[in-house]
């Protein structure tokens, strides 16, 4: 059961990690 | 060997720590020179995301009493909430240009910035929650100290009336911190020094049955099971204080110490 913060810190990590798909979509491509 | 102590942390910034490491390697390697996507709605996404976690980190700070908690949790944030803007900074500027190189060392500066700065939030909030921990410890180690004054039977009973219920506890959450670390090592000690309190509980109980019935018969022995009653309570006091100092290691203290 975990704390509100570390969901939050996870919700914002699988963002981060979304952004930086597109952005290396586009350095990749 | 892990870069990150404990499993939560490693499945949030483990994935996205590879990511972004790869990104600037390609960053690095090739200024390619292509056009950037529009990438407002990605980094809008993640700027709702830093400020639902903004928002949570200072409600923790302020109900916390935990002072290093609440000297360590801003600094933090705050690095999260820059690199944010960086992010947004560079989404407008790539709008204007889309072949911004400025734009470009933003967006990594940014996504650098909030892996750093969510992994300096987790780890204080994780080294809040071991504190916890630690106090629960130190809480048993009181009533050990209390040990020496129990001499009769009435005494001993509750001695072991309150004894019992902060050992479960103790025992528990150190269980569950165990399951928690992904230093293999770390987790052996964890579960070395618990199974050592666990036997040496009964023990105690018992040596301490015996000084107070001998103390009460006034018979021979007393020293003895006096020195016997010590030497399970020093025994007991070591294992928890090695609990204590294998709670606070990282793998990080232990790659300095090597």
């Given at each position: 059961d975990a704390p509100e913060m570390v969901r939050q810190a996870r919700v914002l990590a699988q963002a981060t990690s979304q952004l930086v798909n597109a952005?290396?979509?586009q350095a990749e491509g | 060997m892990p870069v990150f102590h404990t499993k939560t942390i490693e499945s949030i910034l483990e994935p996205v720590a590879q990511q972004v490491s790869r990104l600037v390697i390609l960053h690095e390697e090739a200024e390619d020179g292509n056009a950037m996507p529009d990438l407002a709605r990605p980094v809008q996404v993640v700027k709702m995301a830093v400020d639902n976690l903004v928002k949570v980190g200072y409600d923790t700070v302020n109900v916390s009493e935990d002072q290093i908690l609440k000297q360590d949790m801003p600094p933090a944030l705050q690095r999260v909430e820059e690199a944010s803007f960086l992010l947004l900074d560079a989404s407008d500027m790539l709008r204007a240009d889309p072949y911004s190189a400025p734009a470009r060392k933003k967006l990594i500066e940014g996504s650098r910035g909030i892996l750093q700065g969510t992994s300096a939030l987790l780890l204080a909030f994780d080294e809040s929650e071991v504190r916890k921990i630690i106090r629960i410890c130190k809480s048993v180690l009181e009533y050990l100290a209390i040990t020496e004054v129990v001499d009769c039977m009435e005494d001993l009973v509750k001695f072991v009336k309150n004894l019992s219920p902060v050992l479960t506890k103790m025992a528990k959450e150190v269980d569950l911190r165990e399951k928690?670390?992904?230093?293999?090592?770390?987790?052996?000690?964890?579960?070395r020094s618990l199974e050592e309190v666990k036997a040496l509980t009964p023990v105690l109980i018992s040596a301490v049955k015996i000084f107070v019935s001998t103390k009460s018969q006034g018979a021979g022995g007393v020293k003895e099971s006096q020195g016997n009653r010590d030497f399970v309570v020093r025994k007991l006091c070591d294992e928890i204080n090695e609990i204590i100092r294998v709670l606070q290691l990282t793998t990080y203290d232990e790659d300095e110490w090597e």
């Open positions: 952005i290396k979509g | 928690e670390l992904t230093h293999q090592v770390h987790r052996e000690m964890l579960v």
